[in-house]
């Protein structure tokens, strides 16, 4: 890899976050017994929403290293150039900044704290009472 995680763009990180956190959920789904793809991408909407991985971030900031939220805030302040879809504004930029928190740790190869990160954030969704579980 030429650029190093720490010297690439907010957004370059978000996209491999993005990335990222959908094959964690992915494969979380799948050690559910979930095994329908129609059912799996019903169920991982609901991880992978904006407003999710904003709500994630938002439970996890206490854990982050001054590193980690600097990540963060830098994927949080880019401008995107786009308007989100089916998301608030704010909880599209938090996302941004979850994502790109996810991107910097994988390409800085720091495997275990992604996972632990994961876990906490697939815990706590789970846990939303409106959040629907699983099957």
Same mark, same amino acid.
């Given at each position: ?25 992915? =494969? ?5 017994? =979930? ?41 949080? $302040? ?7 879809? $089916? ?39 789970? $846990? ?8």
């Amino acid at each position: 890899m030429s650029k190093k995680p720490n010297e690439m763009p907010g957004l370059a990180l978000a996209y491999i976050g993005d990335a990222v956190w959908e094959i964690l959920v992915r =494969e979380h789904l799948l050690c559910l017994g =979930e095994m329908k793809p129609d059912r799996l991408h019903k169920f991982a909407t609901r991880y992978v929403k904006a407003k999710s991985q904003s709500d994630v971030l938002h439970h996890i900031m206490e854990t982050l290293s001054e590193e980690e939220l600097s990540v963060m805030k830098r994927g949080r $302040n880019a401008k995107s150039g786009s308007v989100p879809k $089916n998301a608030d504004l704010i909880d599209y930029r938090h996302a941004t900044g979850f994502e790109a928190l996810l991107g910097y740790l994988y390409l800085q190869r720091r495997y275990d704290r992604v996972q632990e990160i994961a876990q906490a954030g697939i815990s706590f969704l789970e $846990n939303q009472p409106t959040q629907t579980q699983g099957r």
